[in-house]
């Protein structure tokens, strides 16, 4: 199996001397490639902080983290750029699709701004619009799409890229529970089919039971970790559900 991820003894501090908060208190862990990770925790836990650090958007105060055995944590901004475009996708809570493109644009734009040649970009926005289903939308435009259509396509535009891993965070927080559904099925057919690595940040058990790791975070440490292997999608729920009790229940709790 080739590591994509690989977290190193991550630090994150914020605050100065005489009041310090440890938003992410020494967490090491790795990704394998084709990976479906879930990372769980209550509200000021640190895994959005988590997911920051390794999405360049944050620096971590010690400790590296590696992609493809690169370290994040030495680049320079003008590198950071050029590396989150083309090694990462990102899937938000609140889509993020620009409201003046269509479909297409959105997804196509960032092989636009790659250079990539435009029947190749066709091509590859077709490609991945019928994994996700989303061929019947590409023509329309954002306000035109339900919201479950809008996030399905912001996951087009994070995945178009080839990235060798997606970060997603709390990508259902805005849908339905039907569009939430077919959304994680949609993650599902993503990890199956094309290997896609995905690591989710989410409070929500039942999005959580998609995955087939999950790291739970407490005060910025790591407190536990499932692996589903050969059990099912409810047998895997309900053991989530059995450590959120241990972490002090309702995850949602602010």
Same mark, same amino acid.
């Given at each position: 199996?080739?590591? @994509? ?17 440890? &938003?992410?208190?020494? @967490?090491?862990?790795? =990704? ?6 879930? /990372? ?14 390794? !999405? ?21 901004? !003008?590198?950071?750029?050029?590396? %989150? %475009? ?14 003046? +493109? ?8 960032? +092989? $636009?701004?790659?250079? =990539?040649?435009?029947?190749? /970009? ?27 259509? %809008? ?8 995945? =178009? ?10 990508? $259902? ?13 949609? *993650? ?5 089919? @094309?290997? &896609?690595?995905?690591?989710? =940040?989410?409070?929500? &058990? ?16 790591? *407190?536990?970790?499932?692996? %589903? ?26």
């Amino acid at each position: 199996m080739k590591t @994509i991820l690989k977290v190193d003894h991550i630090e994150k501090y914020y605050g100065n001397k005489g009041n310090i908060t440890r &938003a992410i208190d020494d @967490i090491s862990f790795d =990704v394998e490639e084709g990976e479906y990770i879930g /990372i769980m925790g209550a509200s000021g836990s640190g895994k959005t902080t988590l997911l920051n650090c390794i !999405s360049t958007i944050d620096s971590a105060t010690a400790g590296h983290i590696y992609l493809e055995g690169e370290d994040l944590t030495t680049l320079k901004s !003008s590198q950071l750029e050029r590396f %989150r %475009r083309e090694k990462l996708g990102f899937i938000f809570q609140d889509f993020n699709l620009l409201d003046t +493109l269509t479909g297409f644009e959105n997804i196509a734009l960032a +092989l $636009t701004i790659m250079k =990539v040649p435009a029947k190749e /970009i066709g091509q590859r926005v077709q490609k991945v619009a019928e994994l996700l289903n989303i061929t019947d939308v590409l023509s329309k435009h954002p306000y035109q799409m339900s919201g479950g259509q %809008r996030q399905r396509v912001a996951s087009a535009r994070a995945i =178009v890229t080839n990235p060798s891993m997606i970060l997603a965070d709390e990508p $259902t927080g805005a849908l339905d529970s039907k569009s939430a559904r077919m959304l994680l099925e949609s *993650f599902r057919k993503l990890n199956d089919e @094309i290997q &896609a690595t995905i690591l989710m =940040v989410t409070h929500d &058990a039942f999005t959580a039971s998609y995955c087939k790791r999950i790291l739970f975070i407490k005060d910025g440490k790591l *407190f536990n970790e499932l692996i %589903r292997g050969t059990e099912s999608r409810k047998e895997f729920f309900d053991r989530i559900m059995e450590v959120i009790a241990l972490l002090g229940g309702d995850l949602n709790a602010e």
